[in-house]
């Protein structure tokens, strides 16, 4: 008989970077093979882990690479903590020891029950712009990367549902993203936003969207779509992506800020009319 399950903590790149099933772990080794990615590179200097998929779920956490938490202000603080020889050892490491670190995390701990759910995606770059964010009729376009799976006390029957569902879908490779807080447990809540143009929109405007975001259990202010001033035409679809430590609950208002900006503030001819967006809905 098949094993049940195979779980890969940032599989290890040097040697293995070849599309290789005989060589290295691969999706048919066991009945559900997945794996997390928290330090990939093409070469060692770039990062300890392998970048190719080697699951049928397979979880980039920040993109699989560069997590919150492991940069140079860190290293100094595990060299003054822990001395040289381990301080260093941690800060080296860091990114590849985070893959088990968030596998260990106890799911009590989660902030009122946060769960670490990937988004399936064509790159991180879509998907930290928050055009990735539905997860299918049947949740197959999602997977919960979990330690305790279809035995967890709160979500196991949630789990086993989408092992049922994998079964009967296309079980292609799936790359499944999302993003993390720097310190345990890690887990963050996400929100995707999506604002529609309305085509009534006399002409393109540049400018700022910003969102307050008023939930059942708390509100967020200034959710910015882009630090830099985008141009918005009529009848685009415009998204982006929030992530909360704490949990907003059900989402009852949006506030929109629309503030005009860009290269179009040194035409003279719209400096006594700004362009304005028509927004059809949110």
């Not at 009529?234 to 909360?244: D, N, R, S, W």
Request: one cysteine or more; proline letters at 5%; hydrophobic letters at 30%.
């Amino acid at each position: 008989p098949q094993i049940g399950r195979i779980t890969a903590l940032d599989p290890a790149g040097p040697d293995f970077y070849e599309d290789n099933p005989e060589a290295r772990l691969d999706r048919s080794d066991a009945a559900y093979v997945d794996a997390i990615h928290t330090d990939y590179g093409n070469v060692v200097l770039e990062g300890l882990g392998l970048q190719d998929t080697v699951g049928m779920d397979d979880f980039y956490p920040n993109g699989g690479y560069r997590q919150p938490g492991c940069g140079v202000t860190k290293g100094l603080f595990n060299v003054l903590q822990s001395g040289i020889g381990e301080g260093l050892s941690k800060t080296v490491a860091c990114n590849h020891q985070r893959s088990w670190g968030l596998f260990i995390v106890n799911p009590k701990a989660m902030d009122e029950h946060c769960q670490y759910v990937g988004y399936e995606c064509d790159s991180w770059d879509k998907f930290r712009e928050g055009k990735c964010g539905d997860c299918g009729a049947q949740g197959e376009q999602c997977g919960v990367f979990s330690v305790l799976g279809k035995d967890d006390p709160d979500y196991g029957n949630h789990y086993l549902q989408h092992m049922n569902v994998m079964k009967t879908i296309d079980t292609k490779k799936r790359k499944l993203y999302f993003k993390t807080d720097d310190n345990k447990p890690f887990c963050l809540h996400h929100y995707q936003i999506i604002v529609h143009l309305a085509n009534s929109m006399p002409r393109s405007a540049t400018g700022f969207i910003n969102l307050s975001l008023h939930g059942s259990r708390r509100s967020v202010d200034e959710l910015k779509f882009g630090e830099i001033a985008q141009s918005y035409g009529p009848g685009m679809k415009v998204t982006a992506l929030g992530t909360y430590v704490k949990s907003l609950g059900t989402i009852t208002q949006i506030d929109l800020k629309w503030t005009f900006g860009g290269l179009q503030l040194l035409d003279p001819t719209k400096l006594f009319n700004f362009p304005k967006l028509h927004v059809q809905k949110i």
